[in-house]
């Protein structure tokens, strides 16, 4: 049916250059147009520090914890991963239900910091309703 609530997505790109991936920390947030539900398309990491050491999960969720997280686990930057790696995710498959953000909601990208380095320019690229 035309005119449908998901035919007037918004998307927006959020852009994180030289992401430090190598600590346990929220390396950034983001948040939504006032009262939209978000689903996040993509997620892109272009690797300009090698990752070494060991393998490091980045989650994205809202209030940073891995229970509330919307992509948990869905993104690992491998050890060896190189300068000049790109490192994309196809999101769709993630999701168990329908919405994937909340109105409102702040939604952060966390670093396990499984690497003892490595660094990448970041995007996050979400639809919102």
């Known amino acids: 049916m035309p005119g449908q609530f998901y035919d007037n997505a918004i998307q927006t790109q959020i852009d994180?250059?030289?992401?430090?991936?190598?600590a346990a920390a929220t390396l950034f947030s983001?948040?939504?147009?006032?009262?939209?539900?978000?689903?996040?398309?993509d997620f892109t990491l272009n690797v300009t520090t090698a990752f070494t050491v060991a393998d490091t999960e980045v989650d994205i969720g809202e209030n940073g914890?891995?229970?509330?997280?919307?992509?948990d686990g869905g993104?690992?930057?491998f050890t060896g991963s190189a300068i000049g790696d790109n490192i994309n995710v196809g999101t769709k498959q993630q999701y168990a239900d329908g919405v994937d953000i909340n109105?409102?909601?702040?939604?952060?990208?966390?670093?396990?910091?499984g690497s003892t380095a490595g660094a990448g320019d970041?995007?996050?690229?979400?639809?919102?309703?």
């Open 16 to 22: 994180d250059a030289a992401t430090d991936y190598s």
């Open 30 to 41: 983001f948040t939504g147009p006032a009262a939209r539900y978000g689903r996040i398309l």
């Open 65 to 71: 914890g891995d229970a509330d997280a919307q992509l």
């Open 75 to 77: 993104i690992i930057a």
């Open 103 to 113: 109105p409102d909601a702040t939604t952060d990208v966390v670093s396990d910091g």
């Open 122 to 129: 970041t995007r996050v690229l979400v639809a919102w309703w």
